[in-house]
């Protein structure tokens, strides 16, 4: 199927998104998703300037290649999921190569179509034991993260043989890093703590900030929100966690499983809007649950009131920290240059269009300097370490490891800790990555 012809190639207007139809039969019919799937192929064909973002694009321009007609009609439509299945929704092609998207009259949102293939293809039950797993976050993470059990899941985690055995049986990468589970969670660490600061709003902030832990950083680095803590109560700013959470539901998003998407937000979007309603700003450590609550579950829900709360008062932490210095209420007594810095930019903390919030704080540190790699890791939570995708995401994480290796820094991370764990992979394991908020930390010498 061709795309219609145009005069015009892009747009100048600002990109847009529409609300995700998700609840339509209309969304999971397979004829429609093929459909769609075949006219934006065709559109991605003639374009092209997607190629060098990830592994999705070479898959789908290989496959037309070597195909009969060298056209996307000559492709078999069972072979587009092999294209699906490489996109891991990081949105870099949305935001920043694609020239067609809406408001365009071509309306090519590629990483939602994806999103809507990956949600049919859950529906007809196509997805592996092993991806449901890795996706339960919290059901893995309460079980890896008891006493005992932490250090022993820690401890086969290091050992090839047991690694290899996790190849074979669950199709877990040998070489992939994997997490590390601590039993003395960021939630239990920050149970006792309360602030002795009385919260100093400003016109855009509300000066106290309630923590989404999420699953990651409240059983894999708890050590990380330790430091934001640290930061921000050194900042004069308050700092609670939920009384209860779930995880954000990227992981279940990206499997294309939105029933539990669903479940997640049902449990933890009243917590949090009660926590708005009673004067607190939200926040998150991982970039991937900033967006969910700052872009998917908006457009998943359009019209809940309560979404569109927590949305509005949703921050990336240097975003919140920026907001503070413009109005004059950042703490600037650093006491310990950082040196170079290689700071890797996160797809998901790049697409929330808040500028390079974390580049601009570290720059107010003296004697640093900061080189920016603005590049996807192709890490993606689970992409990595999974067997059949683990060399693509190696390979894609290359540029940024040369980078990294090129600027001979005296410290490099990331806001995602897991894409930093990445980079770190790439590079053999040493030096070791530092999470932007651990150096910032650092720098104050508190």
Partial sequence: ????????????????????????????????????????????????????????????????????????????????????????????????????????????????????????????????????????????????????????????????????????????????????????????????????????STDSTQGRVALFSTCYMNRNEPAIGEDFVAVFEHNGIPVTIPNREKCCGMPKLELGDLASVERAKTFNIPILAKLVDEGWDLTALIPSCVLMFKQELPLMYPDDAEVLKVRDAFYDPFEYLMLRHKAGKLQTDFKNPLGKVAYHAACHQRVQNIGPKTREILALIPDTEVESIERCSGHDGTYAVKKEFHASAMKIVRPVVNRVKGAEAQHYGSDCAMAGHHIENGLGGAPPVEHPITLLRQAYGI
């Fill in 1 to 200: 199927m061709s795309a219609p012809l145009t005069p015009r190639e892009g747009s100048l207007e600002a990109p847009t998104r529409h609300p995700l139809d998700w609840r339509s039969a209309d969304f999971y019919d397979e004829s429609s998703v093929f459909k769609e799937l075949e006219r934006v192929f065709e559109i991605c064909h003639s374009c092209r300037r997607c190629v060098s973002l990830c592994h999705t694009f070479p898959t789908l321009f290989d496959l037309i290649d070597e195909s009969a007609t060298l056209e996307v009609d000559g492709v078999d439509k069972q072979d587009y999921w092999q294209v699906v299945n490489h996109c891991y929704l990081c949105d870099l092609c949305y935001m920043t190569k694609c020239p067609y998207v809406p408001p365009h009259e071509w309306n090519v949102d590629f990483p939602h179509l994806m999103l809507r293939a990956k949600a049919y293809k859950f529906k007809q039950g196509d997805v592996k034991t092993r991806d449901r797993i890795l996706t339960s976050t919290d059901t893995v993470g309460n079980l890896a993260g008891i006493p005992v059990v932490a250090q022993v899941v820690n401890r086969i985690n290091k050992m090839k043989p047991t690694r290899k055995l996790l190849e074979s049986v669950l199709g877990v990468h040998a070489d992939a890093r994997l997490p590390e589970y601590h039993s003395k969670t960021l939630r239990k660490r920050l149970r006792r703590h309360q602030s002795d600061h009385h919260s100093e």
